[in-house]
Structure formats: structure tokens, C-alpha cells
């Protein structure tokens, strides 16, 4: 694979050196991992990681429920809830857009490469709550990892924007993945696509997260969002995947609104 990582004194080192010793030290690590690796990703690098998800997901025991007539109603009731959604939302997603774009005159859309259902790789849009050159400022705060897994949190990154703490707090910035929803990328409920710098570092029963499509909102999100540790957010996502039906989804999609108006969680 084409993807280096960068350790935070500077080393430049392989994917292939990234070993099994290594992964281990980082998982067990009770603060959180520290030493979190920053990837980049070309194409090809995207095309091995996603194969090798698909390839891993083939030895999975977990069995998804639902079948084609659930896919079709599930498919169905994404089209109606984003179509409705974002004509509903245009004009204060505009504003909000606006707003951000004054700030610092940079484009207010964010898009960053996630994975969903056997590793696929696609866009995910958020309006951005960050400065522009987020992406490029990771090493900087990944010492400052507050999750107890493998997906990055930050009580006080300084890379926030004033109105993106607002933004992030009321889980605006996440609506634009309406528009991820409306093309097919992405569910309304379904666990949460991740990025693939988190994906490395999976293990096997962690990929179990990737068969079937991504979300906007999950169990987790509807019982403490980023306050859930990181193996307990794994085993709910599974166990939506092994229960997930028309029923369940309508109700973690009402439970995922309250969650937000209570802004339960919420970073």
C-alpha cells in the first residue's frame, strides 16, 4: 500500500512496519491512543485498503438481518426523509454556509474520504467547523486524543472554529450528509463510516462494522454519541447489524432527535 505514517517526533515509517506489536501497544493504551497515525491515502492505497476489508468481511460470523424487501423499503425511506429534509433545510443551511464563509473565507463544505458497507470509499460532506488547514494540523493535536479506541476525540481542539463549536454542539455540521443519504453513500441509521486511518487499525471483529451501509445516526449516537468508549460503540453497531429492521430504525431515528435537541454528548 501506497499510504505512509508519520509518527510525531517525524519518522517516516511503512505501512509494513506498522506491525502487529505496535497496533497492540496503541489498543491497550488505557489514556487513549496517542501515537495516532496520519495516513495519506492515493487511489491505489484506497482500492487495497477496500479490498482488503471486503476480503476480511468474507470470514465474518455476523449475519446482517433483514432481507431484499427490508433494502427496498430502507432505500425507499432514505430517498423520501433526505429529499424532504434538505428542501426543508436550504435556505438555513445556506445561511449557515454564509456565515462560515465569512469567517475566513475559505469553502464552508468539508468533504474527507470515509469507508462504508465492504470498505467502499466515497465522500462524506460536513459543513466545516474547523480552520482550513485542519487536515494538514492533525499531528499537531493527536497527542491529545481524549477516546479510549481508535477514533480521534478532543475536548479542546484548537483547530474548532467559533462557529463550528456551535455547529458541532447542535450536530448541524453533519446535515450536509443529506446529500450522502439522497445519492445512496449513506443510511439515515446505520453505524457511523469511518475514516481510513481508522480502519488500519482495526481488527478483524471491528470491520464487522462495515457490512452493511453507513449512517448518519446509530445506537450510539442515541445513547451518549462521543461519550461512548469505543469498544462498547463497536459491539451496538453490531448488534444493530444482527437486529436492524423497518421498526428499529424508526425508532433510533426518533431517539437520534431527542439525543440532539438534549445536545446529549455532543463535542
Not at 481488527?203 to 445516526?217: A, E, N, V
Amino acid at each position: 500500500m501506497e499510504a505512509m505514517l508519520y509518527k510525531p517526533h517525524q519518522e517516516l515509517i511503512s505501512e509494513e512496519q506498522f506491525n502487529e506489536a505496535t497496533l497492540k501497544s496503541l489498543q491497550n493504551n488505557k489514556e487513549g491512543i496517542t501515537e495516532y497515525p496520519v495516513l495519506e491515502f492515493d487511489e491505489r492505497a484506497l482500492g487495497l485498503l477496500s479490498s482488503g476489508v471486503e476480503e476480511t468481511l468474507k470470514s465474518s460470523k455476523t449475519v446482517p438481518a433483514g432481507g431484499k424487501v427490508y433494502e427496498f423499503f430502507k432505500r425507499l425511506f432514505d430517498i423520501i426523509v433526505s429529499l424532504v429534509a434538505l428542501i426543508i433545510l436550504a435556505i438555513p443551511l445556506l445561511i449557515i454556509a454564509l456565515i462560515i464563509f465569512l469567517g475566513d473565507g475559505g469553502n464552508p463544505i468539508f468533504s474527507q474520504v470515509r469507508l462504508t458497507k465492504k470498505g467502499k470509499p466515497f465522500r462524506m460532506y460536513k459543513l466545516r467547523s474547523m480552520c482550513i488547514d485542519a487536515e494538514a494540523r492533525f499531528a499537531e493535536v493527536q497527542k491529545e486524543n481524549k477516546s479510549d479506541g481508535l477514533a480521534f476525540k478532543s475536548d479542546d481542539d484548537p483547530r474548532i472554529t467559533k462557529i463550528g463549536k456551535f455547529i458541532r454542539k447542535t450536530s448541524i455540521d453533519e446535515l450536509p450528509q443529506l446529500l450522502n443519504v439522497l445519492k445512496g453513500d449513506m443510511s439515515v441509521i446505520g453505524p457511523r463510516p469511518p475514516l481510513p486511518r481508522e480502519v488500519v487499525l482495526y481488527t478483524p471483529h471491528h470491520m464487522d462494522r462495515l457490512l452493511i451501509k453507513g449512517g448518519l445516526s446509530c445506537i450510539c449516537q442515541t445513547e451518549g454519541r462521543s461519550d461512548m468508549p469505543f469498544e462498547e460503540w463497536v459491539e451496538s453497531d453490531i448488534e444493530y447489524i444482527k437486529k436492524r429492521s423497518v421498526g428499529f430504525d424508526l425508532k433510533l431515528m426518533f431517539k437520534t432527535v431527542t439525543a440532539v435537541l438534549l445536545g446529549k454528548g455532543a463535542k
